[in-house]
């Protein structure tokens, strides 16, 4: 827990005083295969997601072994 609360402010300090135009500015490198011309703000919604789809499948497998 405590790593995911640091997590979280790191995530906050860095998007600190980025404006609109940060989200629509490409992203440095390739990451994901997807989408071309990929945008920061397209790789803060695909980490988000990708994050939401991890927790999942913790939560999926808490449940399962929580049953056994």
Not at 10 to 18: A, P, V
Not at 28 to 52: I, S, W
């Amino acid at each position: 827990v405590d790593l995911l609360e640091e997590t979280a402010v790191i995530i906050e300090h860095s998007l600190q005083g980025k404006d609109t135009s940060f989200l629509d500015a490409p992203f440095p490198q390739d990451v994901v295969t997807v989408k071309e011309d990929q945008t920061n703000g397209f790789m803060l919604a695909y980490l988000y997601a990708h994050l939401n789809y991890h927790l999942g499948q913790i939560n999926y497998h808490r449940r399962l072994t929580a049953s056994v």
